[in-house]
């Protein structure tokens, strides 16, 4: 592919994300790259190993998952001597943090609105074997008619083996994590993180504030270790009786007992009134 790289529109310890144009096509892209490590001592630093894997990763999963209009399309991938770059399709309203962070909590309609369509793009998702394991605000990009679009398939995962139904890595963002996820040693996980890390999304949503919004790292640690409570709705914030439920429904503590994503697409609370429009 030619291209052509334009502005920083993002950027991490080891890897940055571009504007980039298709100079056969005339498209518009997002190009994250990262350094190929060159020297011995960068090849033991282990960070920068591990970002260079999760690129690969998100890579093959996007290849693996196929094209879905809640889900960011995978353009290509290229390798230099000097960078690993992942071509994605553009986005230009930016992550649903962005959005939170500029308007503040949103009404109830754009809360279903939106919530609805993350659950469709995970439902794909499911639907193909991937867990995302790291759902949250800051991987949902927004286009700016409204539609929803996941992203950051870094540390996404299938099972190796096709019986498999569990994982066991600690992986994700702890105020979005499932509480199995912090036992998983012992008693594994499968998709049904992804529920919770919704049910979490969702209160950003209403609250216009991370989960567990003035609450230390490893308090809550030990909060969804001992499996015993959910995310807190913020004092001040009302939510009608299906939001309510909803939000129940996600932060089931068994997560066997947790509905999946296709079955929360159905829930009463996400229906939205049809003469609505964004």
Not at 95 to 123: P, S
Not at 130 to 158: A, Q
Request: net charge negative.
């Amino acid at each position: 592919m030619q291209w052509i790289r334009g502005k920083l529109i993002g950027k991490g310890s080891y890897g940055r994300v571009y504007l980039a144009l298709n100079a056969t096509t005339g498209e518009i892209m997002a190009v994250k790259q990262v350094e190929i490590p060159k020297t011995a001592s960068d090849r033991v630093d282990s960070r920068q190993m591990e970002v260079l894997e999760s690129l690969k990763s998100e890579s093959e999963m996007l290849k693996t998952v196929g094209e879905h209009p809640n889900i960011v399309q995978y353009l290509g991938i290229e390798e230099s001597a000097d960078y690993m770059s992942i071509f994605l399709e553009y986005v230009p309203g930016g992550t649903l943090r962005t959005l939170l962070t500029n308007r503040g909590r949103f009404d109830d309609l754009y809360v279903r609105y939106f919530t609805k369509q993350i659950l469709t793009g995970l439902a794909f998702l499911h639907s193909k074997g991937v867990v995302h394991r790291d759902l949250k605000s800051d991987n949902i990009l927004i286009e700016p008619d409204g539609v929803c679009k996941i992203s950051d398939f870094g540390i996404s995962k299938t099972p190796q083996d096709p019986n498999a139904k569990l994982f066991t890595e600690m992986k994700g963002t702890i105020f979005w994590m499932a509480p199995e996820v912090l036992g998983s040693r012992r008693r594994g996980y499968n998709c049904k993180v992804d529920i919770w890390s919704i049910g979490c999304i969702a209160l950003e949503m209403w609250s216009g504030v991370r989960p567990w919004d003035g609450e230390e790292l490893v308090p809550v640690m030990m909060k969804l270790y001992q499996g015993s409570s959910a995310p807190p709705l913020p004092s001040g914030i009302e939510l009608c009786e299906e939001a309510l439920n909803f939000r129940s429904k996600c932060f089931t503590v068994a997560p066997e007992e947790r509905p999946s994503a296709a079955e929360l697409e159905r829930h009463p609370y996400l229906v939205i009134p049809p003469h609505w429009t964004f």
